[in-house]
C-alpha cells in the first residue's frame, strides 16, 4: 500500500468554475477525512465517511461544496463555482479506528487550489 | 466547545538546544492527543500519540505526556537537530463518533547549525 494519495497536486481555476479532487485512502482504513488548511492555520475538519456513509460536514460546507464515496473506496470533493475564499490546501486523511481509541491519521500530500 | 492553543512561533533554536512546545486544549469528554509534523514541501505525519491520562508518547527523540489536571500535552525534545527543522501542529481527536480531530495553528520550529 502506498499511503493516501490525493490529485491532482494543485489546480488552478478561474472564479465560478466547479473543481473536484480525488482522494485514494488506505484500503485497510474504514473512516475518510476531507480537511482544508489555510496558511499559518491547523487543519479545519469539513467532512468525513466510514465506509460509503458521509455521517459529518462542518458548517464551513457550504450548499457548493459536496462529498462522495461511492463503495466506500475512493472519494471525491467537488466544489461548485468557486469563490477566491475557497483557495487553500485541501488534506484527505484515513484511519482505522475501532470503538473508544483514537489511533491518528495518514493524511495524502493535499491538493493546493488557486482561484483567481 | 473543543479547541486547542499552542504557542505561537516561529521558535529559533540552535542545534542541541532543548525543545519546549506548549499544546493545551479544552474538550468534553476523554479525547486522544497528539502531534502531527509537516517538514517542507511535505504533507502532515503522525509524530505521535497519547490516548488516556498520564500516557507518556514518544518517536525520533520527542516525548510528550497527557496531563489531564492541566490540560495540556506539551512536546519536548532534549537535543535538536536541523533536519527537525518544520511546523508542528498539536491535535485531539474526541473518541466518540466520528474520531474528528481538531488540530491547532501549528508551530514553526527553525533549527540552525
Known amino acids: 500500500d502506498t499511503g493516501v494519495s490525493q490529485n491532482p497536486r494543485h489546480k488552478i481555476t478561474k472564479r465560478g468554475q466547479n473543481v473536484t479532487f480525488r482522494c485514494d485512502p488506505i484500503?485497510?482504513?474504514?473512516?475518510l477525512y476531507w480537511y482544508r488548511q489555510t496558511l499559518g492555520q491547523g487543519p479545519e475538519f469539513l467532512t468525513y465517511?466510514?465506509?460509503?456513509?458521509?455521517?459529518?460536514k462542518s458548517r464551513l460546507l457550504s450548499d457548493r461544496f459536496s462529498a462522495e464515496r461511492p463503495k466506500g473506496s475512493f472519494s471525491t470533493l467537488e466544489i461548485q463555482r468557486t469563490e477566491q475564499g475557497d483557495s487553500a490546501m485541501y488534506l484527505c486523511?484515513?484511519?482505522?479506528?475501532?470503538?473508544?481509541?483514537?489511533?491518528?491519521?495518514?493524511f495524502g500530500s493535499g491538493t493546493r487550489l488557486t482561484v483567481v | 466547545g473543543n479547541s486547542v492553543t499552542q504557542m505561537e512561533g516561529p521558535v529559533t533554536l540552535s542545534e542541541e538546544a532543548f525543545l519546549t512546545i506548549n499544546c493545551t486544549y479544552t474538550?468534553?469528554?476523554?479525547?486522544?492527543l497528539f502531534w502531527y509534523v509537516q517538514y517542507p514541501g511535505e504533507g502532515l505525519q503522525l509524530l505521535l500519540k497519547?490516548?488516556?491520562?498520564?500516557d507518556k508518547g514518544s518517536n525520533k527523540g520527542f516525548e510528550a505526556t497527557y496531563r489531564k489536571e492541566t490540560t495540556s500535552f506539551h512536546l519536548e525534545k532534549g537535543s535538536v537537530q536541523v533536519s527537525d527543522s518544520a511546523v508542528y501542529f498539536c491535535?485531539?481527536?474526541?473518541?466518540?463518533?466520528?474520531?474528528?480531530?481538531?488540530f491547532g495553528a501549528g508551530t514553526r520550529l527553525f533549527v540552525k547549525a
Open positions: 486523511a484515513s484511519s482505522f479506528d475501532s470503538r473508544g481509541t483514537g489511533s491518528g491519521y495518514t
Open positions: 484500503s485497510e482504513h474504514n473512516r
Open positions: 465517511f466510514q465506509n460509503e456513509a458521509q455521517l459529518e
Open positions: 474538550a468534553t469528554g476523554y479525547p486522544s
Open positions: 497519547a490516548t488516556k491520562a498520564d
Open positions: 491535535a485531539l481527536t474526541l473518541n466518540t463518533g466520528g474520531f474528528k480531530t481538531i
